[in-house]
């Protein structure tokens, strides 16, 4: 695993977004396993919120997808393992207030809660306002 990866997955264990990550996908039911770069991976996610496919919490992604969706769907791995540095960059579970915020301001400029949110444009989503999918 390179140092920075290393990095990201210390700070988020410290700052307790993972943790936070394990529970949420606790309560969803989604079933953990070990994913590349210190990441996890939570595929069969069931509550209704958020209505995103796929979503991060500190090192912890969590998806509606079962595992072989998402081992086909890397774009969209890559994308969330980018909200997880962003969580280590952000202290935590402070980045939920800052992307809720980042979002808004999008949703007031494009009508669109990612096109513009800053968030959304660092982990790789583009303007053209088409969301991810699962190919």
């Given at each position: 695993?390179?140092?920075?990866?290393?990095?990201?997955?210390?700070?988020?264990?410290?700052?307790?977004?993972?943790?936070?990550?394990?529970?949420?996908?606790?309560?969803?039911?989604?079933?953990?396993?070990?994913?590349?770069?210190?990441?996890?991976?939570?595929?069969?996610?069931?509550?209704?919120?958020?209505?995103?496919?796929?979503?991060?919490?500190?090192?912890?992604?969590?998806?509606?997808m079962d595992r072989a969706a998402l081992a086909r769907a890397p774009v969209l791995l890559a994308h969330e393992a980018r909200h997880a540095t962003q969580y280590a960059?952000?202290?935590?579970?402070?980045?939920?207030?800052?992307?809720?915020?980042?979002?808004?301001?999008?949703?007031?400029?494009?009508?669109?809660?990612?096109?513009?949110?800053?968030?959304?444009?660092?982990?790789?989503?583009?303007?053209?306002?088409?969301?991810?999918?699962?190919?």
């Open positions: 695993m390179r140092a920075a990866y290393r990095v990201r997955l210390a700070a988020n264990l410290v700052n307790g977004s993972t943790a936070a990550g394990v529970l949420i996908a606790a309560a969803g039911r989604a079933r953990l396993t070990a994913g590349r770069d210190g990441l996890l991976i939570a595929a069969g996610y069931r509550l209704p919120v958020p209505a995103a496919p796929a979503f991060c919490v500190g090192n912890v992604i969590i998806s509606r960059c952000c202290a935590g579970l402070p980045m939920l207030p800052l992307y809720f915020a980042a979002a808004a301001v999008s949703w007031l400029l494009a009508g669109d809660f990612g096109a513009w949110n800053v968030f959304e444009r660092r982990a790789g989503r583009t303007l053209t306002l088409e969301p991810y999918q699962a190919s």
